[in-house]
């Protein structure tokens, strides 16, 4: 019995790392907004425009949850947030800037955005809070008091409230 021949690849291949050389995420965030412009280019401007996701990290504490949304260059007055049930939605937009000249290359967002989130337990949609600070939208979002959680204390049984037999 015979085993097969192994054929070397050629130096291009050899040269690539084993696995991501990138975070896949991103790549895939790449071919959609390629994918986009291609769509845009053959049908036209009349195209409806797809609102794209921001990074965000959500964090959970025994009062409640903060969500901080990476915003850079979005104005307070250009964001919407609304509170339904446990289910909370951030949308807005970037707009284009007017440029001189002619732009080359641009990889920034533009355009409409949305965030959605569902909170795991009731949550106080009444007493959340929103603050912009240096292109991060801070959310926090409190516990409804039913859903924090209580320590309970144990008391020792007196003496006398035993059960003598």
């Given at each position: 019995?015979t085993?097969?021949?192994?054929?070397q690849?050629?130096?291009?291949?050899?040269?690539r790392?084993?696995?991501?050389?990138?975070?896949?995420?991103?790549?895939?965030?790449?071919?959609?907004?390629?994918?986009?412009?291609?769509?845009?280019?053959t049908?036209g401007?009349?195209?409806?425009?797809?609102a794209w996701?921001?990074?965000?990290d959500?964090t959970?504490?025994d009062?409640?949850?903060?969500?901080?949304?990476?915003?850079?260059?979005?104005?307070?007055?250009d964001?919407d947030?609304?509170?339904?049930?446990?289910?909370?939605?951030?949308?807005?937009?970037?707009?284009?800037?007017?440029?001189?000249?002619?732009?080359?290359?641009?990889?920034?967002?533009?355009?409409?955005?949305e965030?959605?989130?569902?909170?795991?337990g009731?949550?106080?949609?009444?007493?959340?809070?929103?603050?912009?600070?240096?292109?991060?939208?801070?959310?926090?979002?409190p516990?409804?008091?039913?859903?924090k959680p209580?320590?309970?204390?144990?008391?020792?049984?007196?003496?006398?409230?035993?059960?003598?037999?």
């Amino acid at each position: 019995m015979t085993t097969p021949v192994r054929h070397q690849r050629g130096a291009a291949m050899q040269a690539r790392p084993v696995g991501w050389a990138r975070n896949p995420l991103t790549e895939f965030d790449q071919l959609l907004s390629e994918m986009s412009g291609l769509i845009e280019s053959t049908v036209g401007a009349a195209a409806p425009a797809v609102a794209w996701t921001p990074l965000a990290d959500v964090t959970e504490s025994d009062d409640g949850f903060r969500i901080e949304i990476e915003l850079p260059g979005v104005k307070s007055k250009d964001i919407d947030i609304e509170a339904n049930g446990q289910e909370l939605v951030v949308t807005g937009e970037i707009k284009e800037k007017e440029r001189k000249g002619v732009l080359r290359r641009s990889t920034r967002r533009t355009g409409s955005f949305e965030y959605r989130l569902r909170l795991p337990g009731e949550v106080d949609t009444d007493k959340i809070n929103a603050q912009m600070s240096d292109g991060v939208l801070s959310i926090t979002v409190p516990k409804a008091d039913v859903a924090k959680p209580r320590h309970v204390e144990i008391r020792e049984a007196s003496e006398g409230t035993g059960s003598d037999g």
